[in-house]
């Protein structure tokens, strides 16, 4: 007879292990989108500067450049908390199946390296190289933040949809073919998802701390490209991704029911469903949600005669727990989503009709909370991507029960990791804004106040 | 030589590099707390910044990439290490997310950041490679079982496991000082280079006073490891690694900058690979073996080829980044221009 305190033990192990992961992964997503997009908002200013000749653009992109530095230093210690967290807390995962999915890892590897090679030389080659050579030393940057994202990415879409190996009748992984785990199903729509989010949060929150200090009166011509360009970027971004969402969300009603059944809670198998907004999903009913009758058929097959599994086919102790956090979460993204694209349309409108940042302060309001709003969309994407895919690690195949490690303390690692980030969020923060500060006070910085660069002072005796 | 052999080769050198590279950035981390305050320390802090500002991040890859390697290709072994060793390696991961982090907010700002981010950088480089050291000393005593979840406190709390942890921190102090003499030497500052100097020679008869009590736990704990390094081909390395040691000993001795990093990267490369040939065949000694612990051969020959990609773009591109920090071409913020006023 199993001991049931080792059994309560495991499932508090399993509990504390996904909040410890789930927690770290969802800091680093923010910085990684970062990573991904803000070297092209950069570059953009750059180029932007040296084709107008304009030196507030120049300027813009010279500190933005700086911003890039520390979050990616942040995000580089925060994305290799997550590399040990694969040995630390999922052993089991690794060891099954550390061989189909780590070769997206090892190309990520490539781009990581690029990418920290590049930004070194962008950062500290601001004074040293030509225009041409320094713009180009950017290049590696974006297009590496674009490959590492696709790596990585193919690697959530195969623990999605697992493929590329063989199991044998012992359940050992045989017959691995890493290229066909890489170019997963899941692959193409969670990676254009992803990649245009980056530049959608990374877009609307830089711009929208240009949109408090134009609130605030700040109506010069620094500002005001400080709002431009990363918003035209995010804008652009916007349509894409609701419709790459739209495809995504399709493809998931086929590829994952279960999941798509739990964050549509849909319970009763069945064509023309209702689509709820909003609401609490009980075990068997939703609760004061706004139902529209057969548009979630609607929108899976274009008609509501539309064919839509639910959870009454799929077997109790495989469908996704918290059924209520994911249809919120999954509400949340996509309302956050169409308020940012209505957004975007209406700047569209006001700059086709007068060349102009729309003339009313709510505008700037609402840009100055998109980016806010951004995040939390891309946090709620997220929990809709891995709660839902819950109890598997590996869709279908691995529970997640079955990878966790049986090591002991995990809740306490995880309070002093949330002590930690939320230190180092704090304190990054802290240092964007002050950074922030001097940059609009427009005052060169005094030596040593340089986020880890060599300053200026002590290189008088560095002839070069 | 099979595939997978190939592939603990190139884990191999993954592990040489971060070792190096990645140790030295962690030494210079260990200089910088132990420089004190006043005009003095700040150029040693100063030069500190030089010397690893433009590379640290670069060779912290390399333990992603060592990482990643394991797990692809050596599933089995990850995780064995993993599941029985996860209290050192957890704090060698609050090391990184310290050090990295203190490392890139210390100069953000002047007062209330600074002087704290600056401790955090300087102590949080000694718990990294001391950590590594218990871990890799551990993995040489035998104390990582193939299946993995060995004793959690045991295995890394023990004479050999302590003392790699010790020689690890003295061996990254050392190669950093020895960086950063050639760094302050090519950079003019030649009080500085002394400075770095006097740091290296008594880092040097530390870690080399540190290594017979390594050797002898060595001999009690890991006997296998012992006898490979002992006998062919592990006592050639060895025996190189020794000379290069001297090699760099007597340049510092003299104030002779010409050699010495080669000298003492060689000491280092040397003693990394000896370990490798005393251990081989196996990862995990004497419980697991390469080519037991290796993934399926489509597997390895995907690491084969990404490490391939990655040796034809990664090792132009840090070329370039290298050649262009040593010759000082890329710094920023020349003293005379300033933020308003961008090069054209």
Known sequence: ?464 | MSSADVCAGILWVGVTLYAIFGGADFGAGVWDFLAGSGERAKRVRAQIDRSIGPVWEANHVWLIFVLVILWTAFSQAFSAIFSTLYIPLALAALGIVLRGSGFAFRHALPGPVERPATRVFGLASVLTPFFMGTVVGAIAAGEVPADGNGDPTGSWIGFLPLSLGVIFVLLTTYTAAVFLVHDSGTAGDLELRDYFQRRALAAAVLAGAAAVVGVIALRADARYVYDGLTSWPGIALVVISGVCGLIALGLLVTGRNYGLRVAAVGAGTAVIWGYFAAAFPYLLPTSLTISDAAAPSATLTAVIIVFGAAVLVVIPSLALLYTLSQRQALESYSASSDATSPRQ
């Open chain 1, 1 to 464: 007879m199993p001991d049931v305190a080792v059994l309560a033990d495991s499932a508090s192990n399993l509990l504390a292990a996904r909040n410890q992961m789930g927690f770290t992964l969802g800091f680093h997503i923010v910085l990684a989108c970062f990573g991904v997009a803000f070297p092209l908002v950069m570059l953009t200013a750059e180029w932007y500067g040296h084709r107008k000749q304009d030196p507030e653009a120049l300027r813009l992109a010279r500190n933005w450049s700086k911003g890039v530095a520390v979050l990616f230093a942040v995000g580089a210690v925060t994305g290799t908390v997550l590399s040990f967290e694969f040995g630390l807390l999922w052993p089991r995962f690794t060891d099954r199946f550390g061989d189909v999915f780590g070769i997206g890892f090892a190309i990520e590897g490539i781009f990581f390296f690029l990418e920290a090679i590049f930004i070194a030389i962008y950062i500290y080659g601001w004074d040293r190289l030509s225009p041409r050579a320094h713009m180009l030393s950017a290049v590696p940057i974006v297009i590496s933040g674009i490959g590492g994202a696709f790596s990585v990415i193919s690697v959530n879409a195969w623990m999605n949809q697992p493929q590329g190996f063989d199991l044998n009748s012992a359940g050992e992984v045989t017959n691995v073919r890493p290229f066909e785990a890489i170019f997963n199903p899941a692959t193409g729509y969670e990676f254009f998802h992803m990649w245009l989010a980056a530049y959608m949060v990374t877009g609307f929150l830089i711009a929208s701390v240009y949109a408090v200090g134009m609130l605030k009166g700040r109506r010069d011509r620094y500002h005001r490209l400080g709002f431009l360009i990363p918003f035209t970027i995010a804008a652009i971004a916007t349509p894409i991704q609701i419709f790459v969402g739209d495809t995504a969300a399709r493809a998931v009603a086929d590829d994952q029911p279960a999941k798509f059944a739990g964050f549509e809670c849909v319970y009763e198998s069945g064509d023309n469903q209702t689509e709820y907004i909003g609401g609490i999903c009980t075990d068997d009913e939703v609760k004061g949600a706004i139902g529209i009758p057969g548009l979630d058929s609607l929108l899976v097959g274009f008609s509501t005669d539309t064919y839509v599994k639910g959870l009454d086919q799929v077997p109790d102790d495989e469908e996704p727990p918290a059924l209520t956090l994911l249809h919120l979460s999954f509400d949340t993204m996509v309302g956050i989503g169409t308020a940012l694209f209505l957004l975007a349309v209406w700047f569209a409108i006001s700059w086709w009709r007068r060349r102009d940042i729309p003339a009313t302060p709510w505008f700037l309001r609402a840009a100055a909370v998109s980016g806010v709003g951004a995040i939390l969309a891309l946090e709620a994407g997220w929990i809709v991507t891995e709660v839902g895919r819950q109890p598997w690690i590996v869709y279908g195949i691995m529970r997640t029960e079955d990878a966790v490690t049986p090591a002991q303390g995990i809740w306490w690692v995880f309070g002093l990791t949330m002590l930690l980030y939320i230190a180092l969020g704090v304190t990054a923060i802290t240092v964007l804004r002050a950074l922030s500060r001097r940059w609009r006070e427009g005052r060169p910085e005094a030596p040593g106040e340089i986020p880890y660069g060599p300053p200026p002072g002590e290189r008088s005796g560095t002839s070069t």
